[in-house]
């Protein structure tokens, strides 16, 4: 087990010195002052705008929707031609790197960041753990997509210490009725201050919680962070109830053209310094969001749909004081969730798609509700068998032990809406 923690913990430091440090001494104090004044705010996003030179709204306190005739980038014409949108380097946007991201679609993106993008980002997340009552160097537990165990760990610990980070890093894919009281006994005793979570996995928790007539007895914790799923209401409620703290959503998308933070009240505030949105109306009441990046200069999308939807709130200011734009729920980004035979709870498959983009056009997880798998991939004529037992052992690595295909298909079927679901079960 330790071999894990010294590879997670010597991941820390890296990511401690490169960017998380600067990201809360250099960019939070900032971020930190455009809560309250919608001067600051709208000065800020200014200056933002001007040095990416792109359009933003004049007033980042009020929900914006998009004007007619704006051309809007599309998420296929970003796919198609990534490079039509990389600027060239110049001092501030020297240091940058490539990421390969494939999303719940199943469509992967190869996106170009600076440094300095990466270290404004670190800021906001920052801010959005300030609010649940976080401070650097307390405790954290995390329950994610990341492997932090064997297969069949000797000593039924699914977990290992980040040493840096000062984390619990829990494995979300070993979660099942069988190994629950485990983890929740590990979180007692290790009483982080925030829990960071996939929805899927900690509702899993939850609920065992709540079967059993007991609650998370850690006196330690102030709140429970979700991203990266859609949190339902009743996952919520159930977090709540479980751990009797607040559940702080926390929304946002590689292409980082808009975000999402919770306050202390449980309402979602539009976070309009991360950047310039603009809601274009959809069905029902429903807004897609269409954002403008405001802190990559490498390759700043403007206009970008991203395909998800949320339900404008009131226009009233929220109870906490900070003048961002609230929103009452976000809608997009449903996805399964599977129980397996021997009842191993699966969700989150995304990352077994990314750094295949160059020959993979999209994929699927098909599950057959025998404990059998499909991995259905549309591709080109790159796409060999290298990469078929590629995609293999990154899905084995997260969901070992089951049976698993790969099968090249011409088209996955999408539904009324024209899209698929990313992971879907047989007939």
Known sequence: MWTYSLKLSLRSLARELARNLWGRVLVYPVLARNERSSA???AYIARRARALR???PPDGTRLS??????????KQELRQHPERFVRPRKLGSLIRNTIKTSGTSGSPLTLVQTLGAVI??????YRQLRWIGYRHGQRRAWIRGDIVCDEQPRDGRYWCRDWIGNMLMMSSYHLSSATIGAYVEALERFDPVVIHAYPSSIAAIANWLNAAGRSYQGRALRGVMTSSETLEPDVRAAVSRAFGVTVFDWYGQAERVSAIGTCEHGNYHLLTDYAAV?????????CELVGTSLNNPAMPLSRYRTGDTVIPGAPEPCPCGRVFPTVKAIVGRQ????????GRIIARLDRIFQGHDRNLVEGQVLYHRNGRFTLRVVT?????PADEAALAEKFLLRVPGVPVAVQRVAAIPRGPNGKFEFIALDA
């Open 335 to 342: 996805e399964k969730i599977i129980t397996l035979p021997d």
């Open 54 to 56: 792109v359009p933003a």
């Open 380 to 384: 080109t004529d790159g796409f060999g």
């Open 120 to 125: 404004r980002e670190e800021g906001f997340v």
């Open 65 to 74: 929707h998009v004007g007619p005739g704006a051309r809007l980038l599309a």
């Open 278 to 286: 603009e809601l274009l109306a959809r069905e029902e009441g429903a």
């Open 40 to 42: 600051s705010l709208n």
